[in-house]
C-alpha cells in the first residue's frame, strides 16, 4: 500500500520527530511505499530517505530528487512562507517560530491552507490508500481539507498539541482539532493519561470509541545490551568519528550540536568503572532534571565511583551546570536563588527540609567530576551508552504522553526509575510484572517534597544489589522491552488504525467515559 504521513517538523532530535523518523522506516520493512510532509531540509542525509521532493508555495512540485532506488520514501517539505508555528518554542534556521498561542488567527489559516495546498498536490501526484496524521493541531485539519474524498487516516496525539495549544486556548484549537478528527478512523495515544487529557478538554463522548493505544516503539535491536567492555568500545568508536568530523559553525538551530564537545564528553566515560546512571531528555524546568541533580550527593554518599550522565539539549542546560556547580562548591545560596528564578518547589522544599546538612554537603564535593553532560545524541550513538549504563532516570514532573526513552533504557538493560504518573507511570506498569518483588518497588518515584530522597534511595538500593540479582533483572527488563515494544508492530497497528480495525489495537487502559 502507499501511505501519506504528515508531520510537518524535524525528522531527528526527539519526541514526535524521532517516532515519524523510526516508524517510516518499519512501514517499509513492512512493504508499504510513505510520502512524507515534513520541515527538514537535510532529509537528504537520512539513509532511510530515498527522495526528497519539492513544493512551491501554491503547492505546485517543483522537482523531485531521487537519491537511491528502490524509492521507499520520499520527502516533501511545503513552502510554509517563512513561518513554523510549535507547540514548545524551540530554534529552526530558516524560520520565523512562534508557538501556535502566540500566532494570529490569521498566521494560522496561512499555515493550515500551504499545508492543504501540499497535501492536495503530493496526493494527486500518488493517491494514498491509507494517511498518519500527527499532532491534534493543526495537521488533521490541514488533512480534513486536503486528502482526496475517500482516503481513510488515523491521527497520532502526541500530548504536546494537547498541553501547549488546546489547554492553554481552548477557544481557539478545540474547533479545529474537532474538525480535523471528525472522520479519522482512530485516534492513537501514547497512553491512558492522554486519553484521559484529550476527552476532558475536546469534550466529545463519541472519542472513546474510535481511541486506541498507540505508543511509540523501540528500536530493540539497536537498543539492546551490551557487555561493559564491548559498550564502551562502541562509545568510544562512536566519540572517534566525531572527533575525526570537521568542526560545524552553531548555526543556531535548536537541534545544533558541538561534536567536538560531546566527543570529549564520551572519552571521558567509562562504565567499566563504576556504575553509570543516565539521564536522557530535553533540559527544561518541567524535566525535574534539578531534583535529579540534587539527589546524585546522596547517591555519591553511598557510591562515591558512581557516575551521572546527562544527554540532552534546552533551555535549562546552562542553570543545570550552575546548580552542578553550586552544589559541589557547597554553597547553596546560588541553589536557592536558581530555585526562586526557575520556581523549582520541590527542590526548595528538600532544601527547606534541611536535606542538604553537612554529610550531604561533603559527598557534594564530588558532583563536578561525577557529572557529564554529553549535549545530544542521535540514537545510534544513545544506544550504547545506555547500554553502558546500569540504570536511567526520568524525572519529569510533567505529564507524559509516552515514556519512550523508559522504554528504550529497559531494552538496553538499564533499570529505569521514573515518575509515577502520565504515560511515565504506564511503561512502569508494563515492565514491573517481569519483574521480582525486590526490583518492582524501585521503578518508580512520587512527585512531591520528598521526590528527592525518594530518588536517592531507589537509585542506591538498586546500586547496592548483588550483582547476580541485578543481571537477572536486567535481563527480564530487555525481554519485556523485546516483547511489548517495536517499531514494527507500532507500525501494523498504523496501519490498522488507518483501516479502522479497532479490534487489532490493544484497548486503553481506562473505562470509558460516561
Request: charged residues 20%; negative net charge; proline residues 6%.
Amino acid at each position: 500500500m502507499h501511505l501519506l504521513v504528515f508531520h510537518g517538523y524535524l525528522l531527528r532530535g526527539t519526541g514526535s520527530n524521532v517516532y515519524n523518523a523510526r516508524l517510516v522506516p518499519a512501514l517499509v520493512r513492512a512493504g508499504h511505499t510513505v510520502d512524507l510532509l515534513a520541515q527538514d531540509a537535510q532529509a537528504d542525509e537520512l539513509d532511510w530517505v530515498d527522495a526528497v521532493g519539492r513544493l512551491a508555495a501554491d503547492g505546485a512540485v517543483t522537482g523531485v530528487e531521487v537519491l537511491r532506488e528502490p524509492v521507499g520514501v520520499t520527502v516533501w517539505q511545503p513552502d510554509l512562507g517563512g513561518l513554523l508555528p510549535v507547540y514548545v518554542k524551540d530554534r529552526y534556521p530558516g524560520f520565523v517560530v512562534k508557538t501556535f498561542v502566540e500566532c494570529s488567527d490569521a498566521e494560522i489559516e496561512a499555515y493550515v491552507a500551504a499545508n492543504v495546498r501540499a497535501i492536495c498536490a503530493v496526493a494527486k501526484r500518488r493517491r494514498p490508500d491509507l494517511a498518519l496524521i500527527n499532532h491534534l493541531v493543526m495537521g488533521p485539519v490541514a488533512a480534513a481539507r486536503g486528502l482526496p474524498p475517500g482516503v481513510p487516516y488515523a491521527v497520532k496525539v502526541h500530548g504536546s498539541d494537547l498541553e501547549y495549544a488546546i489547554a492553554v486556548d481552548p477557544g481557539r484549537f478545540v474547533g479545529a482539532a474537532r474538525e480535523g478528527i471528525a472522520r479519522a478512523a482512530t485516534l492513537l495515544v501514547g497512553s491512558g493519561h492522554t486519553a484521559r487529557r484529550m476527552f476532558e478538554l475536546l469534550e466529545d463522548p463519541g472519542l472513546a470509541a474510535r481511541t486506541r493505544l498507540g505508543p511509540p516503539g523501540v528500536d530493540t535491536q539497536a537498543f539492546a545490551r551490551r557487555a561493559p567492555e564491548q559498550a564502551r568500545a562502541e562509545v568510544r568508536a562512536i566519540a572517534d568519528g566525531l572527533l575525526a568530523a570537521p568542526a560545524r559553525a552553531d548555526d543556531g538551530g535548536t537541534f545544533a550540536r558541538d561534536e567536538h564537545a560531546i566527543a570529549r564528553a564520551l572519552l571521558s566515560l567509562d562504565p567499566t568503572d563504576g556504575p553509570h546512571v543516565a539521564y536522557v531528555g530535553k533540559l527544561l524546568r518541567n524535566k525535574g532534571v534539578d531534583l535529579l541533580a540534587a539527589a546524585w550527593p546522596i547517591v555519591l554518599a553511598a557510591r562515591s565511583d558512581a557516575k551521572l550522565v546527562v544527554v540532552g539539549f534546552g533551555d535549562f542546560a546552562a542553570p543545570f551546570d550552575a546548580l552542578v556547580t553550586a552544589l559541589g562548591s557547597g554553597d547553596l545560596d546560588p541553589v536557592r536563588e536558581l530555585c526562586a528564578e526557575f520556581d523549582l518547589r520541590h527542590l526548595a522544599a528538600f532544601l527547606d527540609a534541611g536535606g542538604a546538612d553537612a554529610a550531604y554537603l561533603a559527598a557534594a564535593r564530588g558532583m563536578p567530576a561525577s557529572v557529564t553532560r554529553t549535549g545530544r545524541l542521535e540514537h545510534h550513538e544513545l544506544a550504547p551508552l545506555l547500554s553502558a549504563c546500569t540504570a536511567q532516570v526520568v524525572t519529569s514532573t510533567f505529564p507524559e504522553a509516552f515514556g519512550m526513552v523508559a522504554a528504550e533504557g529497559a531494552a538496553a538493560g538499564a533499570l529505569p526509575i521514573v515518575a509515577a504518573h502520565s504515560g511515565l507511570d504506564e511503561v512502569a506498569a508494563t515492565l514491573a510484572p517481569g519483574l521480582p518483588p525486590e526490583a518492582r518497588e524501585l521503578l518508580r518515584f512520587e512527585i512531591g517534597p520528598r521526590t528527592v530522597a525518594d530518588m536517592a534511595d531507589r537509585l542506591v538500593t538498586w546500586l547496592a544489589m548483588a550483582p547476580d540479582r541485578q543481571d537477572a533483572v536486567r535481563a527480564a527488563l530487555v525481554a519485556t522491552a523485546r516483547r511489548r515494544f517495536g517499531w514494527d508492530g507500532v507500525a501494523a497497528g498504523v496501519i490498522a488504525a488507518a483501516q479502522g480495525r479497532h479490534d487489532d489495537l490493544a484497548p486503553l487502559p481506562l473505562a470509558a467515559p460516561a
